[in-house]
Nanobody, 123 residues
Framework: VQLQASGGGLVQAGGSLRLSCVAS????????MNWHRQSPGKERELVAG???????NYVGSVKGRFTISRDNAKNTVYLQMNSLKPEDTAVYYC??????????????????WGQGTQVTVSS
């Protein structure tokens, strides 16, 4: 099982980008899916999260500008980023909580991270 993130790039301030992260492999369910980011010299922070049912949460600095969504049929989470600011520059990581069952029905929950995608916003 792995997560593959894409969609990062270089954009001018005020522009938009859409990140995608797809889960592949064998698993039963994906519960929460999240986007985090980390810029040089700073700790990694949770940017946005979405439950399997679609409930969302955002860090205050991106509210009204970023939208997280998911397509459960495609095992994919998206992050639409509008009105980008230079301070949004960071490596963005997707993360997901997986649930699987062994042949005897024993549940197994685990968390995986994607490889990160660079977002650079120029002023």
């Amino acid at each position: 099982v792995q997560l593959q993130a894409s969609g990062g790039g270089l954009v001018q301030a005020g522009g938009s980008l859409r990140l995608s992260c797809v889960a592949s492999g064998r698993f039963s369910n994906i519960n929460n899916m999240n986007w985090h980011r980390q810029s040089p010299g700073k700790e990694r922070e949770l940017v946005a999260g979405i439950s399997r049912a679609g409930s969302t949460n955002y860090v205050g600095s991106v509210k009204g500008r970023f939208t997280i969504s998911r397509d459960n049929a495609k095992n994919t989470v998206y992050l639409q980023m509008n009105s980008l600011k230079p301070e949004d520059t960071a490596v963005y990581y997707c993360e997901a909580d997986f649930l699987d069952f062994s042949d005897d029905g024993t549940p197994s929950a685990y968390r995986l991270w994607g490889q990160g995608t660079q977002v650079t916003v120029s002023s």
